[in-house]
Every structure is written in C-alpha cells, then in structure tokens.
Nanobody, 125 residues
Framework: QVQLVESGGGAVQAGGSLRLSCEISGYTERHYCIGWFRQAPGKEREGVGV??????????HYDSSVKGRFTISWENAKNTVYLQMNNLRPDDAAMYYC????????????????WGQGTQVTVSS
C-alpha cells in the first residue's frame, strides 16, 4: 500500500519560513518523480515543484511564483522529500500536497499515481 504523509505545515508571518516533509512508503518504482502542489480555497490546484529521484542529486523544476524562495530536497535513506519555503507571502497560503508519479511530465500535468492528504500553510501579513 502506497502512503504519502505530509507534515510541517503551520502558521507563520509574511517573510517567515517553513519546511514541509513528505514521507513516501510502499511505492515500488526504482526511480520516480515527486511533486509538490498547493490549493487555496476557491482556486485550482497548482504545481509548486517537481523533483526527479533519478541520478545523484535529482533534477528539479519550480513554478515561477516560488523560484528562488522554495527548495525541494530528497533524503533517500528516509524516503522523504522536503519543501523548504522561505520568504513566505500571504499568497503562498494553501493546503500543500505531495504526489508521486513514474514520469515527471505527468506531475507537470497535475497527474499523479498517488497523493498525500495535505498539510495546511497559513501566512499572515
């Protein structure tokens, strides 16, 4: 059974930082892609970034709205992906989800094999 468990959400003031975690278990693909997404109330789910576990460091793609502020990293020993969010803005507030797919192009199309349950991020001005 595949499980993706996010944690690390919370409430911060604008300019603050949070680090989200997503622990992945049961996904048997040797190499795969992990995506971070977010959805604010009344808005469509949008992609934040995609990380490819293939290779030593992995390739990463970020949405332009978070580039330079958010960083995705991967801890292979823990099967955990992180989303470090710095200089948070009120418009970053949303439910954040992680997801996995065999192909990164699927995640860029917001299609995933499995989704986590989400963790809430609140940013006050």
């Amino acid at each position: 059974q595949v499980q993706l468990v996010e944690s690390g959400g919370g409430a911060v003031q604008a300019g603050g930082s949070l680090r989200l975690s997503c622990e992945i278990s049961g996904y048997t693909e040797r190499h795969y892609c992990i995506g971070w997404f977010r959805q604010a109330p009344g808005k469509e789910r949008e992609g934040v970034g995609v990380f490819n576990t293939l290779g030593g460091t992995g390739a990463t793609h970020y949405d332009s709205s978070v580039k330079g502020r958010f960083t995705i990293s991967w801890e292979n020993a823990k099967n955990t992906v992180y989303l470090q969010m710095n200089n948070l803005r009120p418009d970053d507030a949303a439910m954040y989800y992680c997801a996995v797919a065999r192909l990164c192009v699927d995640l860029l199309r917001k299609k995933a094999d499995h989704w986590g349950q989400g963790t809430q991020v609140t940013v006050s001005s």
